[in-house]
Antibody, heavy 119, light 108 residues
């Protein structure tokens, strides 16, 4: 059974930093592209970032230069480093596993971790 | 890329069929067969319902079906049930990922 478990969310002041983790099990983590998707309060889903099995990284324009995605295949875990946080980054952040290479959809999701940016 | 356009809400009585639309452009929805749909019960993990416009993953009820025509995709739920009350999102990939704003389904 595929499982994705996010952690690391919390309350942080504007300009602060936070690191989110997504621990996975039930599949060969190293072989799949992983992503982060967020949902601000009362809003829809927004893709944030993706990292390929080869370590290639992609970011939404809204977070480029402030967020950094990474992965540790030995721990079956991906990370999202959030720096220079703004109030508009307040959201539930979901970890998502993409389908096999060449397929463009999110096959599994975690339950999310809440990030609140406020003074 | 701008968000895909979905109705904010739809409703239906148990047993009825409902359709949720998702409108994009020739640069996203209208390109390739890459529309997916997700069901999201608040506080839980989103769930894949439909991928590649109309394909259904194993384990997803055949009451859920997807279609696409031009720049518009649709999700149809046949025989709506109380447990279907949730938020539904469409998504497309064309170089980057773009989601719809979400549609809240209320089962009357």
């Amino acid at each position: 059974e595929v499982q994705l478990l996010e952690s690391g969310g919390g309350l942080v002041q504007p300009g602060g930093s936070l690191r989110l983790s997504c621990a996975t099990s039930g599949f060969t983590f190293a072989s799949f592209t992983m992503s982060w998707v967020r949902q601000a309060p009362g809003k829809g889903l927004e893709w944030v970032s993706s990292i390929t099995s080869g370590g290639g990284t992609y970011y939404a324009d809204s977070v480029k230069g402030r967020f950094t995605i990474s992965r540790d295949n030995s721990k079956n875990t991906q990370y999202l480093q959030l720096d220079s946080l703004r109030a508009e980054d307040t959201a539930v952040y979901y970890c998502a596993k993409r389908a096999v290479p060449g397929k463009f959809y999110f096959e599994y999701w975690g339950q999310g971790t809440l990030v609140t940016v406020s003074s | 890329q701008s968000a895909l356009t979905q109705p904010a809400s739809v409703s239906g009585s148990p047993g009825q069929s409902i359709t949720i639309s998702c409108t994009g452009t020739s640069s996203d929805v209208g390109t390739y067969n890459l529309v997916s749909w997700y069901q999201h019960h608040p506080g839980k993990a989103p769930k894949l319902l439909i991928y590649e416009d109309s394909k259904r993953p194993s384990g997803v009820s055949d009451r859920f079906s997807g279609s696409k025509s031009g720049n518009a995709a649709s999700l149809t739920i046949s025989g709506v049930q109380a447990e279907d009350e949730a938020d539904y999102y469409c998504c497309s990939h064309a170089g980057s990922w773009v989601f719809g704003g979400g549609t809240k389904l209320t089962v009357l």
